[in-house]
């Protein structure tokens, strides 16, 4: 029964992703009214929102766009960076509404800066903690709870990534309808793409937590043997 619900999960994620990466090609042949591209639309909402001191860079890949609280930079891909469509627009106003929520300390954003150093730590050892403590689950069952807990920390990671992601797209379409940058035929293109991004990390917490429980049950049942 795990093994149908993984697979469920795991195709879910296959065709949010085909669909994401469908509709960012879609919106990217629509392009926004006032010409500006996504580095445009990037300094404009950080000057809106009275922050200046955020550097916009541009980097290589696809779908590759993030803020960096580290070093207050927003990163734009190249096909965001230099385009004037309403995905590029959508973009790098999701972005920065990352730097936007660094600015007004929101707490959730603050929350998961604070777990980055555990999550580092826990994904480069939870693999190989769990495979053997799977293996020595008889035997050596408490080494299975200690991946047990570094995996809890990975999902702890990524359920607070969800209202952090919803919260900033929130702050980006709000600030394209408000500013003028979207109107009333980019505005749903815009508010679609940031949505279909949104699924992304809802099917992702959702798998993590489906994977939790199945470890949990494995450590459970070790116990009982």
């Known amino acids: 029964m795990i093994y ?33 591209t996504g580095r445009d639309v990037a300094e404009k909402m950080l000057h809106d929102n009275g922050i200046y001191d955020v550097k916009i860079t541009s980097v290589e890949g696809t779908l590759t ?41 929101y707490a959730p954003l603050k929350l998961r800066s604070a777990l980055v150093p555990a999550m580092s730590f826990a994904s480069n050892w939870v693999q190989w903690i769990l495979l053997a403590g799977i293996l020595m689950v008889r035997s050596f069952p408490q080494l299975l709870l200690a991946g047990i807990v570094l995996f809890a920390v990975t999902t702890l990671f990524s359920v607070i990534t969800l209202p952090v992601e919803i919260n900033a797209s929130a702050r980006a379409l709000a600030w394209l309808s408000r500013s003028g940058i979207t109107n009333a035929t980019t505005y749903e293109p815009a508010k679609d793409a940031l949505k279909t991004a949104a699924y992304t990390y809802i099917v992702a917490a959702l798998g993590s937590m489906a994977t939790l429980f199945y470890y949990i049950m494995i450590y459970m049942g070790g116990r009982r043997n």
């Open 4 to 36: 149908l619900i993984f697979g469920v999960f795991a195709l879910i994620s296959w065709l949010i992703q085909r669909s994401l990466q469908s509709k960012f090609k879609k919106y990217s042949l629509i392009p926004i009214p006032n010409g500006m």
């Open 65 to 105: 766009d993030h803020y960096n609280p580290a070093d207050k930079t927003v990163n734009l891909s190249e096909a965001v960076y230099m385009s004037n469509s309403v995905a590029a627009a959508a973009v790098a106003a999701h972005e920065c509404g990352h730097a936007v929520q660094h600015a007004t300390l």
